[in-house]
């Protein structure tokens, strides 16, 4: 996808390769998109549900990030002349705590000759359903409906915007996009205040960030986009800030990933963490400590809402054509009633460093540790039950080599919380039944016929999560069964650098395209087998699937390079940086 990523951990948008804002959902991550073009024009006009600059004439298009920012330019050039768009969300410190309003800045300014250009301003509501009433002011234009008003201060002239008029652009016009907020200051003044202060912000958080020696823009980039799927005012992590573009296309595989699901999650903060970026983790430690509270040591659901909404209602915008034509549009997910195992795992697991971690606020004590244990007797329970899995198969129920292996991690980090808490006994309890699963699983998933771990118990189908195993400790990266499974992985289901997730057909049939996390779990595989050339080789090829700005979806048709899935994908994301940071050069060693 040739698009770019803005935000500011409250609301965020995306921005194509032409500078249209085609996404962006109102008031949260999770709410109506105002700006739906990205997934279909809805039943009004061509171009609706995007706020778009068009340039007379077009004939090339430069983009970039300002370096180290989450701040976007897009230049566009004609015989005319040269516009310069600019993009973000405000962020940063204000009155000791964090500024995020949910507005979207965005400045068009004259770069040479007289351009000629016509502003398309078009936002819906309701998913695409309803056109809003438009009032206007002296430096306003307010799009109303039921339920949510668009406010857009401006010093651009209301008629031409209003009229869609082509016009010469003599002087950069600024546009501030927020909820029914009154703007008292200079949009101008505004804009430029707030510019600076969010390239501070970002500036300054970046340069706390321990890097890798090597590919430092590729984690840098990866590391932002990150913490702008995390939704700051609870904490949580979404997979993703779209819904519904297909895995592969006309596929039918379309699913909303603006919801927090903890296996996500924990991969998210753990990457953050390896580049001392914590205070996301801190974030997401509380949001975590509330779902184990409101589950009172029953079942927990995989995915969540934002603000730990339990019901997400899966249905269809039937207004919206889809991405590329390709629908449905899909609004909640079905998976919040599934039962995946390997949820505890991944909760105990994502809540686990804040036991160890010394640079935190907040200090997790015996009273988290309680709480968390119930969890753990749920993982050891589950741990030989069959599940939907991580692939969230709607029609299918095994033992899962995954799930069975995120109850062991649950099972293994309790017993060393407890270790370091000076809990003998629960050491002692917990260690003892670690050993139990981590037994079964190494002696039932593994395969003569195959020769590798498989992805179920007694099966015979080869699935890419069973490379989580080193990933996660339970066996150690050059055991000749590991690397005879990742060997017969690769022969299987690679396809150059990137992956297919599993073999065996699914409710949607046969995968089609590589799964980018999957392909960066056998990157790391390699790494920890010492066969660290060929993981730089994968590496690089799976570096070079990103696009122009550096963000990867979820998936890659391995033909084509093409990206596909939800975007950006908090996974792809993650992969970057641990690849990064697992095969980097020491600094030690070359400085």
């Known amino acids: 996808m040739t698009h770019g990523l803005i935000g500011n951990c409250s609301i965020a948008g995306l921005i194509d390769g032409k500078g249209r804002l085609d996404w962006l959902c109102l008031p949260r991550f999770d709410g109506d998109p105002v700006f739906h073009a990205l997934v279909g024009d809805g039943p009004g006009e061509q171009g609706d549900g995007a706020f778009a600059i068009d340039l007379e004439d077009l004939a090339s298009v430069d983009q970039s990030y300002d370096r180290n920012t989450a701040i976007l330019r897009t230049v566009l050039r004609g015989p005319s002349g040269a516009v310069e768009i600019t993009d973000f969300c405000p962020r940063f410190m204000a009155r000791g705590r964090s500024f995020r309003p949910q507005m979207v800045a965005r400045r068009i300014r004259p770069l040479d000759g007289w351009p000629r250009i016509t502003v398309r301003l078009r936002p819906r509501f309701a998913w695409a359903e309803k056109a809003p009433a438009i009032t206007r002011g002296s430096n306003h234009i307010r799009y109303v409906s039921d339920d949510l008003t668009l406010r857009v201060t401006t010093d651009a002239p209301l008629d031409h915007i209003l009229t869609e008029r ?83 296309p006309d596929s039918g595989r379309n699913w909303d990933y603006r919801y927090c699901w903890v296996r996500d999650a924990f991969f998210t903060v753990r990457a953050l963490n390896s580049l001392a970026a914590v205070s996301t983790m801190e974030n997401y430690f509380q949001w975590l400590m509330n779902v184990v509270a409101d589950s009172k040591g029953g079942h927990i659901q995989p995915v969540l809402g934002i603000g730990l909404e339990q019901q997400l209602t899966e249905w269809e915008a039937t207004a919206l054509q889809g991405y590329r034509g390709m629908g449905p549009v899909r609004v909640g997910n079905q998976a919040h009633e599934h ?28 009273t988290a540790f309680r709480m968390l244990e119930p969890l753990g007797e749920q993982a050891w329970n589950l741990h030989d039950q069959p599940d939907a899995g991580i692939w969230e198969l709607r029609t299918r129920s095994r033992i899962h080599t995954s799930s069975s292996l995120m109850c062991w991690a649950a099972c293994d980090r309790l017993a060393k919380i407890a270790d370091h808490l000076g809990m003998a006994d629960s050491r002692t309890v917990w260690g003892s039944r670690a050993e139990k699963i981590k037994a079964r699983i190494l002696t039932e998933a593994w395969s003569e016929k195959r020769g590798a771990y498989v992805e179920s118990f007694g099966g015979e189908t080869l699935d890419a999560s069973v490379l989580l195993m080193a990933e996660v400790g339970l066996i150690d990266g050059k055991d000749p069964r590991f690397v005879a499974t990742v060997d017969a992985l690769s022969a299987t289901l690679g396809r150059g650098p990137f992956m297919l997730r599993y073999e065996e057909a699914d409710d949607f049939g046969e995968p089609e395209v590589g799964f980018n996390v999957c392909a960066f779990w056998r990157v790391d595989a390699l790494a920890k087998a010492g066969r660290t050339e060929e993981a730089r080789e994968h590496f690089e090829g799976l570096l070079a699937a990103r696009n122009h700005l550096g963000l990867m979806s979820e998936d890659t048709d391995f033909r084509t390079g093409e990206a596909w899935g939800n975007f950006p994908q908090t996974y792809s994301l993650v992969g970057i940086i641990n690849g990064a940071m697992r095969l980097s050069k020491g600094w030690e060693n070359t400085l």
């Open 166 to 248: 082509t016009f010469n652009l003599d002087r950069p016009l600024h546009f501030l996009l927020s909820q029914d907020e009154s703007v008292a200051e200079n949009p101008r003044d505004l804009f430029d205040s707030f510019l600076s202060e969010t390239t501070q912000y970002w500036r300054d958080w970046t340069r706390r960030l321990a890097l890798p020696l090597e590919w430092q823009e590729a984690v840098i980039r990866a590391a932002i986009s990150l913490k702008l799927c995390s939704y700051e005012p609870t904490g949580a992590i979404v997979a993703a800030v779209t819904t519904s573009i297909p895995e592969a």
């Open 339 to 366: 039962y995946q195992h390997d949820t505890y795992g991944n909760i105990i697991l994502g809540a686990a460093p804040a036991f160890f971690d010394q640079r935190l606020f907040m200090q997790a004590d015996e």
